[in-house]
């Protein structure tokens, strides 16, 4: 199974403050993809790579910027923090051979801004 | 661009019923469709995954099927446990983004 961890899983902090998320693969996948996820609004992609330094935006990249310096990291930054982005974090990686697109998931990042 | 739809929102059932959940997606030219599933407060967890030249595949008592020219996929699982509640999504794998629905949320009921 692809490894994939986040972290922190859990952070509260307050509006105006920078935060980053990590996600780690412990594979060599070229895709890497943030999502939040919030009630009514089902999942939501943000930013995505497809390499090293490697990175598009997604729908809701407004307030959101990323970085991957290597194949293994995909960060999340959140350079001044809103209320309005409280929500549950997932990064996710795409593994499986080419013509498959197989999704596999984080645990999830759960970020609380007041 | 692609939808997908997943439709009802939340089902509710008792133990032991055989049922049946949608998704449907609007562009047919699909590279592959993924079922997950997600517990309260959980991440999400593959449960299947169909290929696009592929009609179904099964694990368990789980069932997913492809219907490219109707737009539909659908899970089938049988003989369901409270266990199996839960929020179930469908995903289409897309060239390297995915379509995701917004998942059914089901409730099996002892």
């Known amino acids: 199974d692809a490894g994939i961890t986040q972290s922190p899983r859990h952070k509260v902090t307050e509006t105006g403050t920078p935060v980053t998320l990590r996600c780690h693969q412990t594979?060599?996948?070229?895709?890497m993809y943030w999502y939040r996820q919030d009630p009514g609004h089902g999942l939501r992609l943000i930013h995505y790579?497809?390499?090293?330094?490697?990175?598009d935006k997604g729908e809701v990249s407004d307030g959101y910027s990323v970085s991957r310096s290597k194949t293994e990291d995909f960060l999340l930054t959140l350079e001044s923090a809103t209320s309005s982005q409280t929500s549950v974090y997932f990064c996710?990686?795409?593994?499986?051979?080419?013509?498959?697109?197989?999704?596999?998931f984080g645990a999830g990042s759960r970020l609380t801004v007041l | 661009k692609q939808e997908v739809t997943q439709i009802p929102a939340a089902l509710s059932v008792p133990e032991g019923e055989n049922l049946v959940l949608n998704c449907s997606f609007t562009?047919?030219?699909?590279?592959?469709l993924q079922w997950f599933r997600q517990d309260p407060g959980k991440g999400l967890t593959s449960l299947l995954l169909i290929q696009s030249s592929q009609r179904e595949q099964t694990s368990g008592r789980l069932n997913a099927s492809l219907d490219k020219s109707s737009g539909r996929s659908t899970l089938y699982i049988a003989a369901s446990q409270p266990g199996d509640s839960a929020t179930y999504l469908c995903a289409e794998g897309g060239s390297y983004i995915p379509t995701f629905g917004r998942g059914t949320s089901l409730i099996v009921h002892p």
């Open positions: 562009d047919s030219a699909i590279y592959n």
């Open positions: 594979e060599n996948h070229r895709y």
């Open positions: 996710a990686i795409r593994t499986g051979y080419d013509g498959a697109n197989v999704l596999t």
């Open positions: 790579s497809y390499g090293v330094k490697d990175t």
